[in-house]
């Protein structure tokens, strides 16, 4: 497929203080759909920031689409990369959620035919024709979040990012903003999770990169990643509580690298399928 981005031994530090990254590496392939989940003071937000551009290694390089982020300008990283704020406010400053979409695709000078083609494509996509007049602002956190995708969205980028995006919401609008992130993943688009939410990691993820204290700690399938408690445990963190049902319950032969409820079901069927001929015949025995 390609890789998108190419990390290579990435060292940071603020202001010449100590290195908040230390020897970062990997890919990001076409297509992905990675999480980089931490603690806090991991290195993430300092990772994020340097993927976009907005910060410069101290030493190694990042390279997004073919540009070294140390010599390119961020105005044209973001053509490529869209960043998706935990705080929908920080995003959001037109009259309207259509003004909204259309700001963006203004300033990169596209007629305004085509504009309304976007805009009109993407209320629709992300069922936003029914609040397109309203101030965003006075939108649910949920519905807030929702726009600021849907905005960068419409100006294709062929990366996401999105930082904590479902922080603060309920599950009925945690799960709205993933199923139109997963929805874009699937059309292509590159995507990047920064989360604490390790059920969203596990639903969506199919590779996780561990951090902490500015190292990689673990660079896996999201599966075989989870599937290691002790070493999430170690880093403040905890797998999917259905995870962690299923490793105390790996003595019954359940596998220990479960990530959903529906696989779980599935492990209990499996074993009581194997187990229940044994009683049968335990009970017609004399």
């Known amino acids: 497929m390609g890789s998108e981005i190419e990390v290579e031994d990435v060292w940071f530090s603020y202001y010449g203080s100590d290195y908040v990254l230390r020897g970062i590496s990997f890919e990001v392939e076409r297509g992905e759909f990675l999480a980089i989940i931490g603690r806090n003071g991991s290195g993430k937000s300092t990772l994020m920031r340097l993927l976009v551009g907005l910060l410069k290694p101290t030493k190694g390089r990042v390279i997004v689409k073919g540009m070294d982020t140390r010599r390119e300008k961020v105005s044209r990283i973001a053509r490529e990369v869209g960043f998706i704020f935990q705080n929908p406010d920080d995003q959001l400053f037109c009259k309207s959620v259509e003004e909204e979409l259309a700001f963006a695709l203004r300033n990169l000078g596209l007629e305004e035919g085509e504009i309304q083609r976007i805009v009109e494509g993407t209320l629709r996509d992300f069922a936003l024709q029914d609040v397109r007049d309203v101030y ?148 017609g025995s004399p």
């Open 136 to 283: 965003p602002r006075f939108l649910s956190r949920g519905d807030k979040q929702k726009v600021s995708v849907a905005a960068i969205a419409a100006m294709d980028p062929s990366i996401l990012i999105l930082d904590e995006p479902t922080t603060g919401q309920d599950y009925r609008d945690s799960k709205m903003i993933m199923e139109a992130v997963k929805k874009l993943n699937n059309s292509g688009k590159t995507v990047i999770l920064v989360t604490h939410d390790m059920r969203n990691v596990a639903a969506y993820a199919e590779r996780t990169i561990l951090l902490d204290e500015g190292r990689i700690l673990a660079d896996a399938p999201t599966r075989r990643l989870f599937a290691n408690g002790e070493l999430l445990r170690r880093c403040g963190l905890a797998p999917p509580q259905i995870t962690e049902l299923a490793q105390s319950c790996a003595p019954m032969g359940i596998r220990p690298d479960v990530i959903s409820v529906e696989e779980m079901m599935e492990e209990l069927r499996r074993v009581l399928r194997i187990h229940a001929p044994i009683h049968r015949r335990e009970k």
